[in-house]
């Protein structure tokens, strides 16, 4: 009993352990030799699958830019227009400023994220697997030593990172429409005022408190709604892998529910950019 808890428990930490790559003193090293290297270490799978994945959408969607005619349209034609119409529509009623910049945002935001999540339905062990073979095979490497972590919305610093974009733009707009006195007035002087300027300047740190959490608490959200339900997601499905041939299944079942979640997922993270980039432009103060 206790060896198959062992074995579960390895199997689970394997498939949640990122492939990372190090400096060292002795050079670039990876994996465990990156157990003690500190922040600078990057999960190449993540960067490798998040990046083919862009690439991925690049592709889909100049071929279908290439291909599109007054004419007839084809499925893939007809594909893009909806996803390019129901997110232009979005962007629409939900910001109220004038930029180019939001509808492209927010269209590469849904697909790319969508697309992210949607590797989590590819069975946990598949891929994982592969690549163990070919690290013994080709580098004479051990199986067990060889990670790969094929979703990257399953990061928290792929997750962040997007959310860090995000807020970079947040803070942008914010100065680029109110300037830099308006955007320091809307910290310091909301949401409490008074006509008094005793009493105003009394106010300011409780005003500056406030404003600082709410606004450094968007991208947070961003970031942990997003990693939060696709890590659970991810979980579950490792823990159906662990129990052999019969999870596929069981995988089905699981996939048929999480895909709910992979479309949800990057629809909310499209909305709440779109819906912070519009309160960053708008000057109700």
Request: charged residues 10%; contains cysteine; glycine residues 8%.
């Amino acid at each position: 009993m206790a060896a198959e808890e062992v074995t579960i428990s390895s199997h689970i930490q394997h498939h949640l352990t990122n492939a990372k790559m190090c400096s060292t003193d002795a050079g670039l090293a990876f994996n465990k030799a990156c157990a003690d290297s500190g922040f600078w270490t990057w999960n190449i799978d993540t960067l490798a699958w998040s990046i083919g994945l862009g690439l991925v959408f690049l592709w889909i969607f100049r071929s279908a830019a290439k291909k599109a005619n007054t004419g007839v349209p084809g499925k893939l034609q007809c594909f893009i227009e909806m996803v390019v119409e129901f997110v232009g529509d979005n962007v629409r009623d939900t910001y109220h400023g004038k930029s180019a910049l939001i509808a492209p945002l927010a269209l590469t935001i849904f697909v790319w994220v969508f697309l992210m999540n949607l590797m989590d339905l590819i069975p946990v062990d598949f891929l994982p697997a592969f690549a163990g073979f070919v690290g013994e095979q080709a580098f004479g490497m051990d199986p067990h030593d060889v990670y790969m972590k094929i979703v990257p919305t399953t990061d928290i610093n792929m997750t962040a990172a997007l959310a860090i974009g995000v807020f970079i733009l947040m803070i942008g707009y914010s100065i680029k429409i109110k300037g830099i006195g308006g955007f320091l007035a809307e910290l310091t002087l909301h949401p409490f005022s008074s006509k008094n300027k005793l009493m105003m300047v009394l106010l300011i740190p409780c005003n500056l408190l406030l404003e600082t959490i709410a606004l450094v608490s968007k991208p947070f959200s961003l970031a942990l709604r997003l990693f939060g339900n696709l890590y659970a997601g991810e979980l579950i499905f490792i823990l159906i892998g662990a129990v052999g041939l019969m999870q596929l299944p069981l995988h089905f079942i699981w996939a048929v529910f999480h895909i709910l979640v992979i479309v949800l997922q990057a629809f909310v993270f499209m909305m709440l950019t779109i819906v912070y980039l519009s309160m960053a432009s708008s000057d109700n103060h």
